[in-house]
C-alpha cells in the first residue's frame, strides 16, 4: 500500500515552523516531536473545509479514551501498579506540556482546550509512524537543482566562464547533497501520519514495515503474511507488551507474544525486578541484567539463557505474591467478563481484559516454575 507523502502530515526536524499563524515559532522549535505532530493536527482541523487533510482529520476518533484520561480509582481497576504509575506520570507530563502550549506557544484556552489536546496527542501517539530521516523530497530538489542550473549557465554566459568549470562545481554541489542527506539519515529522525495506513489493525504475530522512497516521494507499507481476498489485514505496532497497549492504543492483545509482566523477586538476598513473558521465560533484558550483576552473576548458567535454581525459586515467590496481591482472581475476572451486563462500561472492559492477560501470564510462569522443579519449586 502507498501513500503520497503530501497527503502525510509530516513532523520533518529541519522543517521551520509551518503554522507561525497558529504557535509561536519559537516554541514550536523547541517541541518534542509528538507535541509537534499534534499541533499540526489541532491546525488543520481548525482550517475546516481549507485543510488538506480535511477528510483524515474528519474520520479520526473523537477520543481513544486511554488511560491518561482515567481517575485514580479507574486506575486502580488495572490492578497493577506499574501501570498505574506509568499512566499517573504521563498525566503530569501532558499537563505540564499543555501548560507551556498556552505560556511559551501563545495558544489560550479559548482556542485550543486541554480535551483538544489530548485528543491530539492520544491519535498521535498510537497512529505514528517513524523512521530515518530522508531530506528534502526529490521532487523540491529537482526544482533546485533547475533553478541553480539556469542561473549558473547564464552566470557562465555572461561571465564568460567555462561550461566544464560550471558543470563541475554542479556536481560537486549535487554530491555534496546527497552525502548531507546520508549523514542525517543516520541521526536524525522524522514522523508521519499516514491516512488509510493507519487503519490497519495490529498484531504481535506479523512482519511488517513502513518506508519512505524517495525518489517516488511516497511512503510504503509491506507485509510479508499472506493474505486471501476478503482477509482484514494487520500490520504491527511494533513488539508491545500489553501495558503498553493499554497505556497509549487502549487496547489488549488476547494471545500478546511480547507481552511482559513485571515482579520484584527477591534472589540471592538482593531485590531485583524480573520480566516474565508469556512462555514463563524471563525476557532478553531481564538475562542481560542478570548476568551483568556482579551479585546475581552466580545465580545464572553462562550460556544458552539459563539460570539457577535461586533465579527460578525468585520467580516462583514473585509471582505467587502478586497474585496474591490482586483484589480479585483470575476465575473472578474471567466470570465478569462473561457476563457483559455486571461491566460498568468500556474503562472497565479494557481494565479486566488487561487483569486477564496479567494473571494468565503470572499463572503460566508458576507452572513453568514448578516444572522446572519437577513439580517443587514452592517450598
Not at 207 to 215: A, C, G, P, V
Not at 233 to 251: D, H, M, P, R, T
Not at 344 to 372: C, H, M, P
Request: proline share 4%.
Amino acid at each position: 500500500m502507498t501513500l503520497p507523502r503530501q497527503a502525510a502530515l509530516v513532523v520533518d526536524p529541519l522543517e521551520k515552523c509551518p503554522i507561525p499563524e497558529f504557535v509561536d515559532p519559537k516554541y514550536y522549535k523547541s517541541c518534542v516531536w509528538y507535541v509537534k505532530m499534534g499541533l499540526l493536527m489541532l491546525a488543520e482541523r481548525q482550517r475546516g473545509a481549507e485543510s488538506r487533510v480535511r477528510g483524515y482529520i474528519d474520520q479520526l476518533p473523537e477520543s481513544i479514551d486511554t488511560p491518561v484520561r482515567w481517575s485514580a480509582s479507574e486506575l486502580d481497576e488495572l490492578q497493577s501498579e506499574t501501570l498505574k504509575a506509568a499512566v499517573e506520570r504521563q498525566q503530569v507530563e501532558w499537563k505540564r506540556l499543555y501548560d507551556e502550549l498556552q505560556r511559551d506557544g501563545g495558544v489560550p484556552t479559548s482556542r485550543v482546550a486541554y480535551d483538544d489536546f489530548v485528543w491530539a496527542l492520544e491519535n498521535v501517539r498510537s497512529r505514528s509512524f517513524s523512521g530515518p530521516y530522508a531530506g528534502t523530497p526529490i521532487k523540491d530538489r529537482l526544482v533546485m537543482g533547475g533553478l541553480l542550473a539556469a542561473v549558473g549557465l547564464g552566470y557562465a554566459f555572461v561571465a564568460k566562464i567555462p561550461t566544464e568549470s560550471v558543470l563541475n562545481a554542479a556536481i560537486s554541489v549535487a554530491c555534496f547533497n546527497l552525502l548531507y542527506d546520508v549523514v542525517l539519515s543516520s541521526r536524525l529522525k522524522w514522523y508521519a501520519m499516514c491516512p488509510i495506513i493507519d487503519s490497519l489493525n495490529h498484531s504481535g504475530r506479523v512482519s511488517s514495515n513502513i518506508e519512505y522512497e524517495y525518489f517516488k516521494d511516497t511512503f510504503v507499507v509491506s507485509t510479508e503474511s499472506a493474505y486471501a481476498e476478503g482477509d482484514q489485514v494487520f500490520i504491527s505496532y511494533g513488539a508491545k507488551s500489553n501495558e503498553q497497549l493499554v497505556q497509549y492504543y487502549g487496547f489488549v492483545l488476547e494471545d500478546n507474544p511480547h507481552d511482559a509482566c513485571v515482579v520484584d523477586a527477591e534472589v540471592g538476598g538482593e531485590v531485583v525486578r524480573l520480566a516474565i513473558m508469556p512462555n514463563g521465560q524471563l525476557t532478553a533484558e531481564t538475562m542481560a541484567m542478570l548476568e551483568e550483576n556482579g551479585a546475581l552473576r552466580a545465580g545464572v548458567k553462562a550460556g544458552g539463557g539459563k539460570f539457577s535454581e535461586a533465579v527460578n525459586v525468585g520467580i516462583y515467590e514473585a509471582a505467587k505474591k502478586a497474585l496474591a496481591s490482586k483484589g480479585t482472581s483470575l476465575a473472578d475476572d474471567v466470570r465478569l467478563l462473561e457476563a457483559p451486563g455486571m461491566i460498568r462500561g468500556a474503562r472497565q472492559r479494557l481494565a479486566l481484559e488487561f487483569r486477564v492477560s496479567q494473571k494468565k501470564l503470572l499463572e503460566r510462569a508458576i507452572e513453568v516454575a514448578e516444572k522446572r522443579r519437577g513439580g517443587g519449586a514452592g517450598p
